[in-house]
């Protein structure tokens, strides 16, 4: 049982791996797993998820303390370090296993993602409309254990440095008055 104030986000935009290393930057955040979410299949692994046959998302679960962050904050994040305009791609990851979701864990978090993704598009944050599935969190499934803080473990490898500490950098710019 978590303590009230904890709660949980499962956010889907590209390589797990990439959001993971974010979102373990941001304060308040408790925990990031890296894992599956959104097909049909029990207990994915990952040579099934990226074959695209599954159905599921590369995603992260958030574990985070809403009096240090809030849902919204999360997403204020998530929205700048993924581009939610392109449908199931993310650079060169491409397939149903990339698309941009928000797997909500009740009402509120579907009204927030919802009205966040509303005013986005008013005021043309983006080029394109964006595209990211909002619905609510089916079972999510933890990703085989050498998924998990990849970029942590492996910051020298080409991925990490030349897509993920990228993103990184964006992060800590856009963000650097809240970390």
Known sequence: MMPDEL????LAGGC??????VFEQVPG?????????GGAQANPDYETVCSGQSG???????TFDERTVSFGQLLEVFFSIHDPTTLNRQGNDVGTQYRSAI????????????VMIAALDDRHAWPAPIVTEVVSAPVFYPAEEYHQHYYARHPG??????????????????FADKR
Do not use: N
């Open 16 to 21: 797990f791996w990439c959001l993971e290393a």
């Open 157 to 174: 490898q080409g991925y990490c440095q030349f897509v993920i500490a990228p993103k990184l950098a964006k992060f800590r710019k856009l």
């Open 103 to 114: 797997f909500c864990h009740g009402e509120q978090q579907l009204a927030e993602a919802g």
């Open 7 to 10: 709660q949980v986000a499962t």
């Open 29 to 37: 955040v408790e925990r990031v797993v890296s894992g599956y979410i």
């Open 56 to 62: 599921h998302a590369e995603a992260v679960q958030i």
